[in-house]
């Protein structure tokens, strides 16, 4: 084997050098999985050119200072060629030749399988497929949009991926936007985990279906550094959003695995690796110095105390009328008041009340259409910058973006995102609207806090409350308008509750939440009327959980009854009885969830057929109390 001389590579470097350093990426791409045991060489192997070129001529990046502000941004949405990412890395010297060979996907260490944020210059975790150029757009969107910053975003995309729908969206919004700052790179390298992708190597039909969504394609040789250089030039002028669709070999150098199937995802055997760096030339010690980002600019200097306009939330009187979803959209505009909150809708805004929000501060107000997914990635990417985003949609709709907001999880996103139109309470529309699985869906999240406000009042406070919340934040609110329970002065802190009605002499606990709890205040009066004394509580905050207040009930009444206008899989119900039996509470307890499949009507007659109204609840209370 042959050891090129150490040297270091600026933009300048003449192309014969960079080719030497593509080499050094696979050497090492090679050398970190076979040492794993595991990973993506050949995956790796055919990109090793693109990114030579890139992150040698056209990155413009301060690997010292990954936090500055002007540096362009790398994604690898094809997440599992983190060996090639790694290796870049190695490259740039800010991880050493022993981490990359000797930690890579080992427990407890960082260069984890598929990358993610606990590296300094990785902005969200990659490996779900199609998510990262979806996350590149919304980066590109904050630059420009709201930062009015000169960095480029740069996503390495894998041609198997290109068969996900999140893709289309991300590439139908960038062509919207017409968001030069943004430049997709296609690694067709014709083999997928199974055998060949669906277009293999037809780069014309790729071509073909990018234009159509409004960007610019531009078909090269990925493995010819000249046009690889050329395409990235012409993508960083400025004038449309660019993807660069590069012909590929799986396993590029490589000849026992180039092109062959059955290899992906599989690292090679020590003695067919050592034959692999010897056919690639050797081990090098190439270090890369890019182009490098402008100055940063500098600060703005913070105005007179007066400039700061304070957050002053809507006030609702007791006793009117008033939707959650309507209390909601008034918060959200008076939260615009913080520079660094923004609303994303997807077109249902004029429902949600999100687009108070767009009267009152247009500018940070962005429109994703009918496309749920890339709404959440374009949120991440802005919450990459440091912003607050809200999201917001049907509660039904949010299921289908679920895998993103379990990746943004992932990468330690902090976002609030808000369902209205929750359960079988919005009546004639059916099924097909009526969220009556996010409760669960968004429980399981890892970190999420699940707040379920009951009026105006708690809906506005909460609202303000999740701006200040790390973590996915999710609101769930009603379409329906139900009296105001609390007065404006009232607070709601998170992990908190509300009992609204007790005695000293309770017989049963009734909780609710949403729709629920108004249905409980009734069935408490129907109670009464029968000499049954019942406690009524207000669970807004669904995780955390008001633990405290549920063991007291329990301990006090004996008996709790649970309503909720969800599934009885992983809502209310479940989590009051993972919050007793981790406190050793046992009462006696019959939970009312939406079990049957229910069609259209009013909401009386939903919430009714779904055995979760006032008549309900009040004979499942009679009856544990009978027993």
């Known amino acids: 084997m042959t050891t090129a001389p150490a040297t270091t590579l600026d933009p300048g470097s003449d192309l014969s050098q960079v080719l030497e350093l593509a080499q050094q990426l696979r050497v090492d791409s090679v050398r970190a999985s076979t040492a794993a045991g595991s990973g993506h060489p050949t995956s790796s192997l055919s990109a090793a050119d693109l990114m030579a070129v890139l992150m040698t001529r056209h990155l413009r990046y301060d690997w010292e200072s990954p936090d500055n502000p002007e540096s362009d941004h790398l994604i690898f949405s094809k997440g599992h060629a983190s060996p090639l990412l790694y290796a870049m890395f190695k490259a740039a010297g800010v991880v050493s030749d022993d981490e990359l ?58 041609d198997s991926e290109m068969s996900e729908g999140s893709v289309w969206e991300a590439l139908d919004a960038a062509g919207h936007h017409r968001l030069a ?38 078909v090269i040789d990925g493995h010819d550094l000249h046009a690889i250089d050329q395409a990235l030039a012409t993508a960083a002028d400025g004038q449309a959003p660019t993807v660069i669709v590069a012909k590929t070999v799986k396993g590029r150098g490589v000849a026992e695995v180039a092109d062959k199937e059955g290899w992906h995802g599989k690292s090679l055997p020590q003695d067919m690796a050592d034959r692999a760096v010897a056919e690639l030339g050797g081990y090098r010690h190439l270090r890369v110095r890019g182009p490098q980002p402008p100055e940063p600019a500098p600060a703005p200097v ?52 999100a687009e108070d929000f767009q009267k009152a ?36 709709f949010l299921t289908r973006a679920h895998d993103f907001i379990r990746m943004a999880a992932v990468s330690q996103i902090t976002m ?42 708690s809906a506005a406070a909460l609202t303000a409350a999740i701006a200040d919340l790390d973590g996915v934040s999710y609101l769930r609110t009603t379409r329906g308008a139900y009296p105001v329970l609390y007065r404006s002065d009232e607070t709601f802190p998170v992990g908190g509750s509300k009992t609204l009605r007790h005695s000293e002499n309770d017989h049963v606990t009734l ?22 004394q019942a406690r009524v509580v ?88 009978r027993r």
């Not at 399988?113 to 996350?135: C, E, R």
């Not at 009328?321 to 008034?330: D, H, I, M, P």
């Not at 995780?543 to 309503?563: H, M, N, W």
Request: with cysteine.
């Open 302 to 353: 913070p105005g007179p105390a007066q400039d700061v306009r304070p957050v002053i939330l809507p006030r609702f009187e007791v006793g009117e009328k008033v939707a959650t979803r309507a209390a909601f959209g008034a918060a959200l505009a008076a939260l615009g008041a913080r520079p660094d909150v923004v609303a994303l809708d997807a077109e249902v805004g004029n429902s949600t009340h």
């Open 361 to 396: 501060h247009p500018e940070r107000y962005f429109q994703t259409y009918i496309a749920e997914q890339q709404m959440i990635a374009t949120a991440v990417g802005m919450a990459v910058r440091g912003y607050r985003p809200y999201a917001t949609t049907f509660a039904a």
């Open 181 to 218: 700052n943004f430049t997709a790179l296609i690694d067709v390298n014709r083999l997928g985990q199974r055998g060949p992708t669906e277009l293999g190597w037809d780069t014309g039909a790729y071509a073909r279906r990018i234009e159509a969504f409004g960007c610019r394609a531009i």
């Open 416 to 457: 609030a995102l808000c369902g209205t139109h929750s359960g079988v309470e919005i009546g004639a529309d059916g099924p097909s609207q009526m969220g009556v699985e996010d409760l669960a869906m968004m429980r399981a999240i890892r970190g999420s806090t699940v707040l379920y406000p009951s009026d105006a009042t």
């Open 511 to 532: 909780i609710g939440a949403g729709v629920t709890l108004h249905e409980c205040l009734a069935a408490a009066e129907h109670l009464a009327a029968d000499g049954i």
């Open 101 to 158: 060979t000797k930690t890579y996907r080992r427990f407890g260490h960082r260069l984890q399988g598929h990358p993610t944020p606990v590296l300094p210059w990785v902005d969200v975790a990659t490996g779900s497929l199609g998510q990262g150029i979806a996350y590149g757009v919304g980066i590109a969107l904050a630059g420009r949009e709201l930062e009015d910053r000169p960095y480029r975003v740069w996503v390495l995309c894998g």
């Open 538 to 625: 207000d669970l807004y905050s669904i995780k955390p959980i008001d633990t405290a207040a549920l063991t007291a009930a329990a301990r006090e009444t004996g008996a709790l009854v649970v309503a909720e206008d969800h599934h009885p899989e992983g809502g209310i119900g479940e989590a009051v009885l993972s919050a007793l039996s981790a406190a050793g509470a046992h009462p006696a307890f019959t939970h009312l969830a939406v079990t049957g499949l229910p069609g259209s009507g009013t909401t009386s007659e939903l919430i009714d057929a779904a055995g979760i109204s006032r008549t309900h609840i009040a004979q499942a209370a009679r009856a544990l109390v």
